[in-house]
């Protein structure tokens, strides 16, 4: 008698990533100050801001990294603020990090391999001892690892090890680590530092796709890439949201300016905005 095949479960509905009040001090500093935004699902989101801003902070408080003093971090209707970040794997979120983060004694393949550990149906034992099921799971493991660099052209990287690798080699890796676990939501943290132009173009185009199975929340400095993969971007100054919206509505709020540029808005002044495009005034800029 055949045993009946069960039905594939439907993936979870694609949600919003929303946070709310979110404050974080260090000592008698105040590194954020109430931040709170939404990222849509599909959504491309920037965050950006001047050094100081508060970017990194808020990348280390949504990755599980920092907790706030107080607010909330709400994915898919799930309160997440209080978990850590290998707990973000389980609810479909994924992330990149500024210092990619790979294993040294691991191939580039292997390190992918990683990031796909999380769709594996066998446990430890299975794979430690052998077992067939084990021996199964590796196998579609290292598919689906090869697949995700094959997709980033990078699958010749595969035998290498990070050591031997340029720095935006490294970060193909990286990427390709985050989403060999289908993630819904993506968290970049500056994933165009080091790119050449041509690859910022490249990395452009392929987040661009990626919104067709994911929301991507991209902390970035690089102007020229925020305004043209952004759908929405949330502009941080001292710690504080200054500006929200569309990036051609950021590009001419005179608040983004100055806190960029250093200039003093008045009523009727006005002020160069071509530098927001891309300009070597802003994307000089980088988050210590």
Excluded at 80 to 92: K, N, Q, T, Y
Excluded at 138 to 154: H, S, Y
Excluded at 220 to 229: N, S
Excluded at 239 to 263: N, S, T
């Amino acid at each position: 008698m055949t045993p009946p095949v069960e039905p594939t479960p439907d993936p979870p509905p694609r949600g919003a990533f929303v946070a709310e009040g979110v404050t974080v001090r260090f000592g008698g500093l105040v590194a954020l100050d109430d931040v709170g935004l939404r990222v849509e699902p599909g959504e491309v989101h920037g965050v950006i801001g001047p050094n100081g801003a508060g970017k990194t902070t808020f990348f280390n408080v949504c990755c599980g990294f920092v907790r706030p003093d107080s607010g909330t971090l709400t994915w898919e209707g799930t309160q997440v603020e209080g978990l850590r970040a290998h707990d973000l794997a389980g609810l479909g979120i994924a992330r990149t990090l500024q210092g990619v983060g790979l294993f040294a004694g691991m191939s580039a393949l292997e390190n992918v391999m990683t990031g796909a550990a999380v769709r594996s149906r066998s446990g430890f034992a299975s794979a430690a001892f052998g077992l067939p099921r084990g021996r199964r799971d590796e196998q579609a493991l290292r598919e689906r690892a090869m697949q995700a660099l094959a997709d980033l052209g990078a699958a010749h990287l595969a035998p290498r090890y990070p050591g031997m690798l340029p720095y935006p080699d490294q970060k193909k890796v990286a990427l390709a680590r985050a989403l060999v676990a289908e993630p819904r939501l993506l968290l970049l943290d500056e994933p165009a530092a080091g790119l050449s132009e041509g690859e910022m173009d490249e990395l452009g185009d392929l987040v661009r796709r990626l919104t067709e199975r994911m929301s991507v929340l991209l902390v970035e400095h690089h102007m020229d890439l925020v305004m043209r993969v952004c759908d929405t971007i949330t502009v941080l100054d001292f710690g504080q949201v200054i500006a929200h919206g569309a990036p051609a509505e950021v590009r001419d709020d005179p608040k983004v300016v100055a806190a960029y540029l250093g200039a003093e808005v008045t009523g009727g002044s006005e002020i160069d905005t071509t530098s927001l495009d891309g300009g070597s005034a802003v994307t000089a800029t980088k988050e210590v």
